[in-house]
């Protein structure tokens, strides 16, 4: 992403996994804010730490405070391993989370269509054995996976993001999931799923829910 990138290699579940961090400049004596872990998009359909999306989240972290780090799923670039329908997928990004913010460092988790499905069942795994201060889910796949419900005290740190014409991942599949939850969804109005020419939107978007 810049200058700046960390290249990591981390120890997922069953092999290696490739990962990119990029922290905050910061003023001397001001502290990060913590550490984000961002899950990409579908594997199989050429999802990568480095998808557009994935990159706006890390930059909307880094903007304010955060270290931000991105991975490749198992089977992607230099990560070991094969797709494994989201179960696996998970167990790694948990594995990334001890690795890269150890316990007391505040922790935020953020993801990408199918990112944002392994997301919602890392947070559901993670909620109740540490604080995760922010969760933010854009374009989650709903239609195609089975996303599981956000805590109801996880509600006010999360930030669902949908595109109001997305075609891979219909919108009406995303309230169906957030309905019986009451929990709210941001709609980008005439947005498709990969945010086309509404990038600098969706980082604004993350940032000012960050500063909430």
């Not at 990591?8 to 990029?22: H, I, P, S, W, Y």
């Not at 304010?64 to 230099?78: D, E, I, L, P, T």
């Amino acid at each position: 992403m810049n200058n700046q990138t960390q290249h990591l290699t981390l120890t997922g579940a069953l092999d290696v996994l490739e990962a990119l961090r990029d922290d905050p400049v910061l003023a001397p004596g001001v502290a990060s804010r913590g550490v984000a872990v961002i899950a990409h998009p579908h594997p199989l359909f050429g999802g990568t730490m480095q998808n557009k999306v994935v990159q706006t989240l890390a930059r909307a972290f880094v903007q304010c405070g955060w270290s931000a780090v991105r991975f490749n799923f198992r089977g992607v670039g230099a990560s070991g391993g094969q797709y494994d329908h989201g179960l696996g997928e998970a167990l790694d990004m948990r594995a990334v989370i001890e690795q890269v913010a150890a316990p007391g460092v505040p922790l935020a988790l953020a993801g990408f269509s199918f990112g944002a499905f392994v997301t919602s069942h890392v947070v559901a795994a993670e909620w109740t054995q540490r604080p995760i201060e922010k969760i933010v889910l854009v374009g989650t796949a709903a239609s195609r996976f089975e996303v599981a419900p956000v805590p109801p005290e996880a509600h006010e740190r999360t930030l669902v993001i949908h595109g109001e014409v997305d075609e891979t991942v219909p919108l009406s599949s995303v309230m169906n999931w957030a309905r019986p939850q009451s929990l709210p969804v941001t709609l980008v109005p005439g947005c498709e799923h990969f945010f086309h020419g509404q990038l600098p939107l969706l980082k604004g978007l993350v940032v000012r829910h960050l500063h909430a």
